[in-house]
């Protein structure tokens, strides 16, 4: 059985960092291509970044770029997103998905990502306070 885990959601003062980790069970997580998505109340689910298997491939939504990192350490089967400068437009629910790919490209960031993405995780709840 596949599961993804999202972890670090938290609430958080504006312009703060944070650092959300997703682990995967059941799949070699050294053939994942690893992505994030968000959702806020009331707004489409957007992507965040995606990263390829061995982390040499990285792609950002608008949203994201120049303030989110996102990383992958295979030996601890984790992948990570940093977020810096947050704000409370940032308010939203996180999830992380995967899927059995080695090549990767900018179609990661397509859409919600249900047509692209195997498995999600539940979701981490980043709260931005102003």
């Known amino acids: 059985q596949v599961q993804v885990a999202e972890s670090g959601g938290r609430l958080v003062q504006a312009g703060g960092s944070l650092k959300l980790s997703c682990t995967v069970s059941?799949?070699?997580?050294?053939?994942?291509?690893m992505g994030w998505f968000r959702q806020a109340p009331g707004k489409q689910r957007e992507a965040m970044a995606c990263i390829s298997w061995n982390g040499g491939k990285k792609f950002y939504g608008e949203s994201a770029k120049g303030r989110f990192t996102m990383s992958r350490d295979n030996a601890l089967n984790t992948a990570f997103l940093q977020m810096n400068d947050l704000n409370p437009e940032d308010t939203a629910m996180y999830y992380c998905?995967?899927?059995?790919?080695?090549?990767?490209?900018?179609?990661?960031?397509?859409?919600?990502?249900?047509?692209?993405?195997?498995?999600w995780g539940k979701g981490s709840l980043v709260t931005i306070s102003s």
């Open positions: 998905v995967a899927e059995e790919r080695v090549s990767l490209s900018s179609e990661c960031l397509t859409g919600d990502g249900a047509e692209y993405w195997d498995h």
């Open positions: 059941g799949l070699t997580f050294a053939d994942l291509a």
